[in-house]
T-cell receptor
Framework: AQSVTQPDIHITVSEGASLELRCNYSYGATPYLFWYVQSPGQGLQLLLKYFSGDTLVQGIKGFEAEFKRSQSSFNLRKPSVHWSDAAEYFCAVGDDYKLSFGAGTTVTVRA | DSGVTQTPKHLITATGQRVTLRCSPRSGDLSVYWYQQSLDQGLQFLIQYYNGEERAKGNILERFSAQQFPDLHSELNLSSLELGDSALYFC????????????FGPGTRLLVL
């Protein structure tokens, strides 16, 4: 069965600094990979996805992620964080019908 | 705004009661998925419907049931509620029956007292 590990429960970053959130997956076939963001009291918003092709994918809000098959990773990055990026971030792997989510990483942005 | 709507936003009820959560998918989407988000279990897939038919089941309790109607909206019914059922329930939708991008609604927050 597929699974997702997000090793960092909580990350604090200064505004303007770079951000990298780690995601490792376990899946037998070629994975469908997603990053979602959840702001406090809000639903899940899709940031980006990887199905195939170019391993560096661009998303909304200036985020990008890189798929590395050899490391079973799909890390999310942003070069310069804004205060509005404070939220919880979820990595997910999809199989035929469902998404399996990691436990999430909470990002705090300090001024 | 994902285009997926859920009602109500909040629900407070007592143990033993029954509630119904409603979801309308994005225009053109035929698949609806239900997920539960709780502090101890995280985000868990419950069930998927495609064009009115149940397609896949996940960690859904027997006390829970769902259906998708001809107009494609879906309802999740939770009965004999327990304190542990308190959670955020999300609906998501996608175009087809197979793995595609799922777009999530804002969720219904259920509190069982």
């Amino acid at each position: 069965a597929q699974s997702v590990t997000q090793p960092d429960i909580h990350i604090t970053v200064s505004e303007g600094a770079s951000l990298e959130l780690r995601c490792n997956y376990s899946y037998g076939a070629t994975p469908y990979l997603f990053w979602y963001v959840q702001s406090p009291g809000q639903g899940l918003q899709l940031l980006l996805k990887y199905f195939s092709g170019d391993t560096l994918v661009q998303g909304i809000k200036g985020f990008e992620a890189e798929f590395k098959r050899s490391q079973s990773s799909f890390n999310l990055r942003k070069p310069s964080v804004h205060w509005s990026d404070a939220a919880e971030y979820f990595c997910a792997v999809g199989d035929d019908y469902k998404l399996s989510f990691g436990a999430g990483t909470t990002v705090t942005v300090r001024a | 705004d994902s285009g997926v709507t859920q009602t109500p936003k909040h629900l407070i009820t007592a143990t033993g009661q029954r509630v119904t959560l409603r979801c309308s998918p994005r225009s053109g989407d035929l698949s609806v998925y239900w997920y539960q988000q709780s502090l101890d279990q995280g985000l868990q897939f419950l069930i998927q419907y495609y064009n009115g038919e149940e397609r896949a089941k996940g960690n859904i309790l027997e006390r829970f049931s769902a259906q998708q109607f001809p107009d494609l909206h879906s309802e999740l019914n939770l009965s004999s509620l327990e304190l542990g059922d308190s959670a955020l329930y999300f609906c998501a939708s996608s175009q087809g029956p197979f793995q595609e991008t799922q777009y999530f609604g804002p969720g219904t927050r259920l509190l069982v007292l």
